[in-house]
């Protein structure tokens, strides 16, 4: 349906330079360059709270040869990641947006940090997903945000996205990937003991004045970072906005249809609006882009990433990627179901599916993939074979759940005994038993486990090569030798977690050009229409080469529509929507 919109009515609306739909890392990478350059920036958010799924992540960025490599000795060549990229994605290799990205990375990201409050530090040991393959590297490329003290966004820490409990301890402390393996080796290392009770010791203090801890890790410390600078440069953050229809004039988009509370308007933007929206993961369409294993599927991605982004795009004949590797992000993820209803998930990467004395089995009892590969290969394997493997059962042995936990259970000394009355965590004095419980082939599971345990006691995996390759060793745990994957499970009793295929979010989004302009169906440039993040068409083809891989090229797009718009606004001045605008209000999301 058109209606009409005229700038002599009484609402006329707001102007901006920029509007910004989504709060998640490309969109605050996109809100921060606009305002760092002076340009006047709207940034909307549906929901209540700023940061988008990016807020919920383990904040990594990928990307090729930063400042921080560098400095670091590990200056690589551009070639070689496009060998590594073209060996990971195969025929869906993009060379325009993949050389966009080389070439850009870091560029994006030295403006990012010379301009606002953004710090990453290089993981002096992070290797490629498939560090086998031509191109690949064991460091250089992935960055961890360094920690940020969430006070210093002062009355918007409320409205930054908490992470999940699952993802919490003691209710409200934030932990990253080293404060973890920390907290792993606490009886082991004086050095982790110190780090733990330092940590302690600060959120025992916030807690006396704050409802959560203020040290921010991860995502949580990305996104603040990021919204410290926008709210101080200006930009105008609007959260409960919801973005009904694009303003179209000649064919331009011009702003955005907004509703907030009670009142619809028009909203216009003189260089362009970007789409960053978080894709369509969560939307009522998802399902039929996935397989279907006749199971239930869970996806990490907010409740409100729906699809908007491709439903306002549709107005005006946006592209929409097609024949992707994967049109999700895959991870697995197991669900406590709480006594009022909710439902908790927990996305399993990096805590235990690779640790020694872990295995996944499916229903008839056996091993089915290298559990220490990544969380997107392991949720193929689970694909595989019709959907045979989904769900699946994590299992392990006492040991290994006090040295390292399991899912949502934690290790020695917390009590998990809630997990188990839930019906979350499986508990059995027997192989037999708890087979029977989780309704496993006892039989098969006996002797998947005789083989494993004989095969790890000489450090082995003949079957999956568990811990075969430098990431596998790097995710499991670097003081268990001879494998740092690989230990028998014996030691009663055994514990169970079920998984269930689950994303991180979608990949297929609109398709753009190197400057993240949409592009419309015959590949022409949409003018004033950019997207970044989940809403763009993935540049890996819905592959996963390595840990931030959403998050890098999010910011570098990001980046780039900024510096598009603000370009083409320096180099010819835009008019101000004038006369009438004509407001598409378009349908509902068909993925």
């Not at 490599?69 to 993009?94: C, F, S, T, W």
């Not at 060379?95 to 994006?108: K, Q």
Request: charged share 20%; net charge neutral; hydrophobic share 40%.
């Amino acid at each position: 349906m058109n209606t009409t919109t005229s700038l002599a009515s009484a609402d006329a609306g707001q102007t901006y330079d920029v509007i910004v739909l989504g709060s998640g890392a490309a969109g605050f990478a996109a809100a921060v360059t606009a305002s760092c350059r002076g340009l006047k920036v709207l940034l909307v958010e549906k929901t209540e709270a700023f940061g988008g799924t990016s807020a919920i992540s383990g904040g990594a960025v990928w990307l090729h040869d930063t400042d921080q490599a560098r400095a670091a000795g590990h200056h690589l060549a551009a070639e070689q990641m496009r060998d590594y990229l073209k060996a990971v994605i195969g025929p869906g290799y993009n060379p325009p947006l993949i050389d966009a990205f080389i070439e850009h990375g870091r560029e994006a990201l030295h403006y990012l940090e010379t301009h606002s409050e953004l710090k990453y530090s290089l993981r002096p040991l992070s290797p490629d997903y498939y560090p086998d393959l031509p191109g690949g590297t064991l460091t250089g490329r992935a960055l961890e945000i360094d920690e940020y003290d969430g006070r210093r966004l002062g009355e918007h820490f409320k409205d930054l996205k908490r992470p999940p409990d699952g993802m919490l301890l003691f209710g409200g402390m934030m932990v990253n990937r080293v404060d973890i393996q920390h907290f792993l080796s606490i009886k082991r290392s004086p050095k982790s003991l110190w780090h733990c009770l330092k940590l302690l010791t600060r959120y025992a203090i916030d807690r006396l004045s704050h409802p959560r801890g203020t040290r921010l890790t991860v995502g949580n410390a990305l996104i603040a970072r990021l919204a410290t600078t926008a709210l101080a440069n200006g930009v105008d953050l609007w959260l409960q906005a919801t973005p009904e229809a694009l303003i179209i004039e000649h064919g331009r988009v011009r702003g955005v249809q907004i509703s907030r509370g009670a009142i619809t308007r028009p909203v216009f933007a003189r260089g362009g609006v970007v789409l960053a929206m978080g894709g369509f993961a969560a939307g009522a369409h998802a399902a039929q882009q996935r397989p279907d294993t006749g199971s239930e599927h869970w996806s990490m991605s907010p409740s409100a990433n729906v699809g908007d982004g491709q439903r306002l795009a549709a107005s005006i004949n946006a592209a929409v990627g097609d024949h992707l590797a994967a049109n999700f992000f895959w991870a697995p993820v197991s669900a406590l179901h709480k006594a009022d209803g909710s439902v908790e998930r927990f996305p399993h990467l990096v805590t235990d599916r690779a640790k020694p004395g872990v295995i996944a089995v499916n229903r008839a009892g056996r091993r089915f993939v290298n559990e220490s590969d990544s969380y997107h290969c392991f949720v193929q394997g689970m694909f595989a074979q019709g959907g045979a493997n989904a769900p699946c059962w994590l299992i392990c042995d006492s040991e290994a759940l006090n040295n390292y936990g399991l899912g949502l259970a934690r290790p020695s000394p917390v009590d998990n005994s809630a997990l188990i009355k839930a019906g979350y965590l499986l508990r059995a004095d027997s192989l037999a038993e708890l087979a029977l419980a989780a309704g496993i082939d006892a039989a098969s599971l006996e002797q998947t486990l005789a083989q494993y345990n004989a095969d790890a006691e000489h450090g082995v995996d003949p079957l999956f090569g568990k811990g075969s390759t430098a990431y596998n060793r790097y995710m499991g745990d670097p003081l268990h030798q001879p494998n740092p994957c690989l230990k028998p499970l014996r030691k009663a009793p055994f514990y169970a977690i079920r998984l269930f295929t689950g994303d991180l979010g979608s990949a297929r989004g609109l398709v753009t050009n190197g400057q993240a302009n949409v592009l419309d169906r015959s590949n022409a440039p949409i003018p004033g229409l950019y997207a970044a993040g989940n809403e763009m068409n993935s540049i890996m083809d819905g592959t996963y080469p390595g840990p931030g891989i959403t998050l890098g090229p999010g910011l570098t797009f990001g980046y780039l529509a900024a510096s598009d718009i603000a370009r083409r606004l320096t180099s010819t001045a835009s008019p101000s929507p004038t006369g009438e605008q004509h407001v598409l209000r378009t349908a509902h999301l068909h993925p």
